[in-house]
């Protein structure tokens, strides 16, 4: 499975942006997660749809993102609305099945400033 994510952009604060990332293959199998990387700082995990169904946000995106999967059309999304300047980071799709078996996407760039 390979992914590719879209939709980065640069947005004045309290906009909003929609990511994509669209899969090669079957995702069904796999958790899949939303994470960030800003300047200077750790890779963070941002949202994850587990296979079940389950959701999880970390607390300073919580209310404002929202993460959705399609299985059948192969998709992850990330709506994120009342954008922040701390949003600005490039942003991963991950597919998780095991701790030694995980699918990172290429990253796509969200800046957040007037």
């Known amino acids: 499975v390979q992914l590719v994510e879209s939709g980065g952009g640069l947005v004045q604060p309290g906009g909003s942006l929609r990511l994509s990332c669209a899969a090669s293959g079957n995702i069904s199998n796999y958790d899949m997660r939303w994470y960030r990387e800003a300047p200077g700082k750790q890779r963070e995990l941002v949202a994850v749809?587990?296979?079940?169904?389950?959701?999880i946000y970390v607390d300073s995106v919580e209310g404002r993102f929202t993460i959705s999967r399609d299985n059948a059309a192969k998709t992850l999304d990330l709506q994120m609305n009342s954008l922040k300047p701390e949003d600005t980071a490039v942003y991963y799709c991950n597919a998780y099945f095991t701790s030694l078996y995980q699918i990172w996407g290429q990253g796509t760039q969200v800046t957040v400033s007037s």
């Open positions: 749809v587990f296979r079940g169904g389950r959701i």
